[in-house]
């Protein structure tokens, strides 16, 4: 159990007005959750205290050799005036994973857990409640070291911040259109690529900007090595429905596991539909869609559940998924999982977990 020191603001915020369309990331709660670590007291000083800047050393190792991790979930209001996490235990067993892989020290799964409930209560006020709204969780750790060499720092910060989010999709779902990345790599078996850290990020920056200046909005990466195996979307696991099937790459090392992946996963076979993780050639989708058997396909992440996708474009070959249209899986395991997180649908995997 974490001993967490209270500083509640003395000027609270002015909460979003209920017609706010809350874009994604850009307006942070009254408070926010401070732990750090040093080598002999370990994770110590829990606290909650008003969302301020912080301030470090320009040397500190987390500006110049990237040692910093984040995780991403979202809290709910139910009607009934619950506040819900979706499977908060699937992103605090990955942070440690994440934790582990880059040298960061890792933090008992109880103590994350509640100090991601003490901040969430603390800020309640600012769960927005409008259908497909949310409040987006972000915690994250950063190395402290004021010192240029490359080790792992003996001393990091541990911040979870808040953020109210509006519906990804206002309108509905709505399909988005993908850009194959063929020159760039985003990660290989070895590297990180499935720890959630922002070097994954930087890697991929240069081929979101070309694939925005070609029309795409998202970016999907094949594997570094054959330069022809499906990877994931940029912060999207990603699903076909073949033929019948549901198929999507398996977890290989350098594909982040998603907790919505997992979760697709297990309601469509709970639903008796043949599901498959294996490697994905790029030439089978492509042979499946002028076969006339590529049926759907959907992207799976926190921020937008399940995104269809409309248009896929590798190489010289434009593929229009479903006449760009929404799939019908697509669309009943976004209900089925919004309808979870929300407590309106029966949560018969256990998933939520009341604050
Ligand atoms: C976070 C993330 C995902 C999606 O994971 P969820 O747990 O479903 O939100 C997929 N790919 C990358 C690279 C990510 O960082």
Redesign the pocket.
Known sequence: MLNIRYEKTATPKELPAKNDPLKFGTIFTDHMFVMDYETVKGWHDARIIPYQPISLDPSAMVFHYGQEMFE?LKAYKTEDGRVLLFRPNK?IERANNTNRRICIPEIPEEDFLQAIKEVVKTDEAWIPTKPGTSLYIRPFIIATDPFLGVRPSDTYKFIIILSPVGAYYPEGLDPVKIWIEDEYVRAVKGGIGEA?TGA?YVASLKSQVKAHEEGYSQVLWLDGVNRKYIE?V????IFFKIDGKIVTPVLNGSI?P????DSVICLCKEWGLPVEERKIDIAEIKKAYEDGTLEEVFG???AAVISPVGQLRWEDTIMQVRDGGIGEYSQKLYDTITGIQLGKEKDILGWTVEV
């Not at 940029?234 to 696991?237: K, L, Q, T």
């Not at 998603?258 to 992946?261: A, D, Q």
């Open positions: 991403g992103n959630k994954n994931e940029g912060a999207m696991n982040l998603g907790v919505t992946r799976s992440g926190t």
